[in-house]
């Protein structure tokens, strides 16, 4: 019934459309300043995302979320003509205010699509001819949909999901720095797989979910390593409660995931500082125009058993100003703190410590621009302070092609005066599709007290 009531207000829709479509007039002399919609499509039929008619379907949709656009894809006229019914059924509703330059843009768009609406009509015509059909097998599925549930709950949960992600990545050491404890590795030029996950997802009750993952890859030691094991909970609104192994919340790479990354490395304070999981219980939040996270931790880090009192404590939020505002760009500014042993305490023997970290992103159209700053007192030992900065820029040349660029500074101990290190990326990420990419980063380190370092590296990634 559902599919049905859908298809019914797909036609209702259309016909109100077509039958609005001249219901109002405008007068010659405001449309001089406006080209014609035909003029809009190019050779190929599309409409480019720099004209009016792209521009005024996208700022109008974007303000209920009924349509996503792609700001990388032209639209077809079919597309336009779709997305056009939808904003006029929507401005019926009175969920959509229109100021007068928009009627008149509206007004015009309404003569120019309205063969293609006409063409919609038949469409829904026909789907409702066949909706009968569709109707008998969704009744048998739902018939049958109780003992399909009763076969999955009791093993993998409702709505199980399988996915995950593996690189295969090459190593060229152009020069090396003669120092494997912070610079690159005196290991020769190879090939390696740095990360191969497997995800397993599932909903054990109407408010639980749960998450596991285990890498093989290279990074891992070569063997099945947990990486997430949790239970979540959405009782709360605009919250979920965790339970379990997951990530600690302090810094923005550090907590991105890493089929997610833009660049082939993450940044030396997010691999310092923020890139790591521990076993605890977190809470998140989501309001949309600001998000945060906070958790209490054991402080022994991942896949480690808890052997002592000490906890550790992370919070961050983000405050994204621009949530409303679509046609002005995304701006996410945030910060987050930490308390205990970090992520660098491989032998749980460091001591505890504090993290400050602070971040900001902007992103408009296709090129994005993002800062973090980050602060460890006690890094490594007792007394030894540390501190780092990355500035990150990114451009789509194409739906295709991205361009990076990246400078990196980290300085492990503030108070010696030789080593700090400076980092300096550039890339190129080429997408075959959503799921497989290529990645080529050239990276210069520059170190006061020693050579200077440089690695090419390529990286295929695809996901599933």
């Not at 497997?198 to 993952?213: A, D």
């Not at 947990?226 to 907590?255: C, M, W």
């Not at 679509?326 to 504090?354: A, C, H, M, T, V």
């Amino acid at each position: 019934m559902f599919k049905k009531s859908l298809v019914l207000a797909g036609l209702c829709s259309v016909l109100a459309f077509c039958q609005n479509v001249n219901a109002q007039s405008i007068a010659l002399a405001d449309l001089q300043d406006l080209p014609s919609a035909v003029n809009a499509v190019d050779q190929k039929g599309e409409i480019k995302q720099d004209h009016w008619v792209y521009k005024t379907l996208e700022n109008i949709t974007k303000r209920v979320n009924t349509e996503r656009f792609d700001i990388n894809k032209p639209l077809t006229r079919d597309e336009a003509a779709i997305i056009l019914v939808s904003i006029v059924r929507e401005i019926e509703k009175g969920k959509i205010e229109i100021n007068e330059a928009e009627k008149i843009q509206l007004n015009i768009l309404r003569n120019e699509f309205k063969n293609e609406a006409r063409c919609l009509q038949g469409r829904i015509q026909a789907l409702e001819t066949n909706n009968n059909k569709l109707e008998a097998r969704v009744s048998k599925l739902e018939k049958e949909q109780g003992t399909v549930k009763d076969a999955w709950s009791h093993r993998f949960g409702d709505k199980f999901k399988l996915s995950g992600f593996a690189q295969g990545r090459f190593t060229s050491n152009i020069r090396n720095t003669g120092d494997n404890g912070f610079g690159f590795p005196n290991d020769p030029s190879n090939f390696s797989i740095p990360s191969a996950r497997v995800r397993m997802s599932g909903k054990l009750h109407e408010n639980i979910e749960y998450k596991t993952s285990f890498d093989l890859g290279n990074d891992t030691a070569g063997f099945a390593n947990l990486v997430d094991a949790y239970v979540t909970t959405n009782v709360l609104d605009n919250h979920q409660l965790l339970f379990g192994q997951s990530r600690v919340p302090i810094g923005k790479e550090g907590t991105t995931n890493v089929p997610d990354l833009d660049f082939i490395y993450r940044s030396q304070i997010a691999t310092q500082f923020s890139d790591f999981r521990d076993v605890g219980v977190k809470i998140t939040g989501d309001y949309g125009f600001v998000t945060y996270d906070a958790g209490v931790f054991n402080g022994n880090l991942r896949n480690t058993a808890d052997n002592n009192d000490d906890l550790t404590y992370g919070a961050r939020v983000q405050f994204n100003p621009l949530i409303n505002r679509s046609d002005k760009g995304e701006l996410n500014i945030g910060g987050g703190y930490f308390i205990g042993r970090d992520n660098r305490s491989i032998d749980l023997s460091g001591p505890n410590g504090k993290t400050l970290s602070l971040f900001g992103s902007y992103k408009i159209n296709k090129y994005e621009a993002s800062v973090e700053f980050g602060r460890r007192d006690n890094y490594l030992q007792e007394g030894r302070n540390a501190d780092g900065i990355v500035l990150s820029n990114t451009y789509y040349i194409n739906d295709k092609t991205q361009l990076l660029a990246r400078y990196d500074r980290f300085d492990p101990d503030t108070s010696a005066g030789d080593d700090r290190r400076n980092r300096y990326v550039a890339g190129v990420n080429y997408y075959f599709a959503k799921h497989l990419k290529l990645m080529a980063n050239f990276v210069h380190e520059q170190r006061k007290a020693q050579k200077d370092a440089q690695q090419l590296v390529f990286q295929t990634q695809y996901r599933f």
